[in-house]
């Protein structure tokens, strides 16, 4: 119909404005003007109820810096999504790059908000001193998005981050969040679809 298609065609403008900052940061940013180790950008993405969105994770590393572990701490509200698994990136496909993520999911708040606490952890296990995380897109973070949902856009807020290097020394290293959005064609738009908790 008219109204889904010019629905499709102003979702995918917003979504684009939302995404290009986030996901252009990698390339644009100067590390020499941020943190020492590099940057991490968590993407954002638009995705449909009852499908899985995969959120790509960015890597920049610093001039000069050669990080061999990367520590990435992520809260979100996990009312309306979950977190599925944890996928390899292009960047980190080398058998020797490894992924590990766990989830900690922690009781509702007084208003009956969930949080969910990921912690990330992308090395390197091979012995060769002189191999670190490359530039680029090193992980996807799967989320469940529910059948059922209001529109909705939920943010990826870093908590913390941090490198380290071959002498396992720690690096500083900057964090940039994403977002997970959920538009329903259906719907009309409103300020809900923009709410982001």
Do not use: M
């Not at 119909?1 to 939302?18: D, E, K, W, Y």
């Not at 590990?100 to 001193?129: Q, R």
């Amino acid at each position: 119909s008219t109204f889904r298609r010019n629905f499709s065609l102003i979702t995918a403008i917003v979504i684009g404005f939302v995404s290009l900052p986030w996901l252009g940061v990698a390339a644009a940013q100067d590390p020499s003007a941020g943190a020492a180790g590099g940057s991490v950008v968590v993407g954002t993405v638009a995705s449909d109820v009852g499908t899985t969105a995969a959120i790509p994770v960015y890597f920049e590393p610093g001039k000069n810096s050669r990080i061999r572990r990367l520590h990435l701490e992520i809260d979100f509200v996990s009312n309306s999504i979950k977190f599925a698994k944890a996928e390899k990136g292009v960047a980190s496909q080398d058998p020797t790059f490894e992924i590990n993520v766990t989830a900690n999911e922690l009781p509702p708040d007084d208003k009956k908000i969930s949080h969910t606490h990921l912690k990330i952890d992308v090395s390197v296990t091979d012995a060769d001193a002189s191999k670190s995380l490359p530039s680029g897109l090193v992980a996807f973070l799967n989320f469940r998005i529910p059948e059922n949902p209001k529109p909705f856009s939920i943010s990826l807020t870093p908590l913390s981050v941090s490198g380290e290097d071959a002498a396992k020394r720690p690096v500083e290293v900057a964090a940039e969040a994403g977002k997970v959005i959920v538009a329903i064609p259906d719907t009309p738009l409103g300020g809900c679809f923009f709410f982001s908790h």
